[in-house]
């Protein structure tokens, strides 16, 4: 297994707790944790499979899950929430139970994977919770960080790559059908997508602006490009 060296960002000594963890304290563990990040059809499971091919090349040991989901509480609550059935749910109960999913990943599989040194690469993460919940519904930032702190317990990404593909791109790649969330309208579509710019301007340290138009090839190409950048894992 190829070990992990850490570039090891210093936070600033006078960082509160949520400003330094989001901007880039990361997770602190023995592996390296990150996360994957935009709208729908962007290309997000399409790159993380190809990264993850090419770092156990490499001879990393990578576990790949998604959010919601990866346990089996977590996919049954992924269920509820994409069902559009439940055209009602309310915002709050929208933002906890992508908590609780949260939640349940990250103590059954992400810790203990990066206790054990692995590479975790999750599809959507915290960001999702701020954009969705808090840019798109209106619930704004600060509630949804204290309520992730918590179900967490402080577990923030090391990088996190944001996919960036044109909307006159991305709609052609969309699902036949589309789930809840995806149905929502362009407004609140569109409220997402300002949400993930301003985090990129707030947490420009953790996340990093990926250019996801071109051939999957290219894409990986500054996909890996970023990695290497920040976390020198092609290099040794
Ligand atoms: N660079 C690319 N060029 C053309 N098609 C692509 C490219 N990348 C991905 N696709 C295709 O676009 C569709 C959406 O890609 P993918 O599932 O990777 O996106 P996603 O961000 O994971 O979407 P979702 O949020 O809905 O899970 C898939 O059918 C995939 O094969
Ligand atoms: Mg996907």
């Avoid at 209106?138 to 990404?157: A, E, M, Q, R, Y």
């Avoid at 149905?183 to 707030?202: I, K, P, S």
Wanted: include cysteine; aromatic fraction near 6%.
């Amino acid at each position: 297994m190829t070990g992990i060296v850490r570039p090891s960002p210093l936070p600033p000594e006078d960082a509160t707790l949520d400003e330094s963890a989001l901007a880039g304290l990361g997770s602190g563990l023995k592996g390296l944790f990150i996360t994957f990040e935009g709208l729908d059809g962007c290309g997000k499971s399409t790159q993380m499979e190809l990264l993850a091919a090419a770092l156990r090349e490499r001879g990393y040991v990578v576990l790949v899950t998604r959010e919601p989901g990866g346990t089996g509480l977590g996919e049954s609550i992924r269920d509820l929430l994409l069902d559009p059935h439940h055209h009602g749910m309310s915002a709050r109960a929208e933002a906890l139970l992508y908590a609780a999913a949260r939640a349940q990943l990250v103590e059954q599989v992400i810790r203990p994977a990066l206790d054990d040194g692995q590479v975790v690469l999750c599809d959507r993460y915290l960001d999702s919770s701020l954009a969705y919940q808090g840019y798109g519904r209106g619930l704004g930032i600060d509630d949804i960080i204290t309520l992730n702190v918590w179900g967490t317990k402080c577990l923030f990404p090391d990088l996190t790559l944001f996919l960036d593909l044109d909307d006159s791109i991305r709609s052609t790649r969309l699902a036949a059908v589309p789930d809840r969330l995806e149905a929502e309208d362009d407004e609140f579509h569109q409220r997402v997508a300002e949400g993930y710019r301003t985090l990129l301007t707030l947490h420009r340290h953790r996340i990093r602006r990926v250019d996801a138009q071109g051939l999957e090839s290219d894409v990986q190409a500054r996909v890996r490009a970023v990695i290497e950048e920040e976390l020198a894992l092609f290099s040794h």
